[in-house]
């Protein structure tokens, strides 16, 4: 069960009025530099203490890669390139589907079924798998995020990504 940031290490941007955490990084942490915005003005910190993800934090890094919107499905938040999903959240938003390499699966379940799952019995056919949000840190889901978008995107658009420029039709 998440707890709140301790209020020794919890403070509030006037500016903006919202939560900035200040907990102190740990060496296996990403620091990105930035304020994340978190839900309720408060951060979730899983039990080992390191920062959960959140919906805001998936949103965060879907929106900011290249031809990548945010759609409404069913009352499911999805994410795609064109017509192509590559991640969605369930509707408790506790739980990301993304793309991911079919044959490679199992492996990955395999190797961490706390953390990852199987996807549904109608996505199977996908290169498709679930991780829960709770078990995730935000290095782990930039990766798993962008990861899913390059396997949708034209190899040019992923390429300059990943290289750092920017592609002349980023759209």
């Not at 940031?5 to 006037?14: K, N």
């Not at 990852?116 to 679930?130: A, G």
Request: hydrophobic share 40%.
């Amino acid at each position: 069960m998440p707890v709140l940031c301790s209020e020794a290490y919890a403070t509030q941007d006037q500016a903006s009025r919202k939560a900035v955490c200040t907990c102190p990084p740990e060496p296996s942490s990403l620091t990105l530099g930035k304020v994340i915005l978190r839900r309720r003005d408060a951060f979730a910190v899983a039990p080992g203490g390191k920062h959960m993800v959140t919906v805001d934090d998936v949103r965060a890094i879907a929106l900011s890669l290249p031809r990548a919107y945010e759609a409404l499905v069913r009352d499911q938040v999805k994410f795609r390139v064109g017509r192509i999903v590559f991640a969605s959240l369930s509707r408790d938003e506790t739980v990301m589907g993304f793309g991911f390499p079919k044959d490679e699966r199992a492996a990955l379940v395999a190797n961490d079924p706390d953390t990852f799952l199987m996807p549904i019995r109608s996505d199977e056919r996908y290169n498709w798998v679930r991780a829960r949000l709770a078990a995730l840190d935000v290095r782990q889901l930039r990766e798993l995020v962008t990861d899913a978008w390059a396997m949708c995107v034209p190899k040019g658009v992923a390429r300059a990504y990943f290289d750092g420029s920017k592609s002349p039709d980023d759209g």
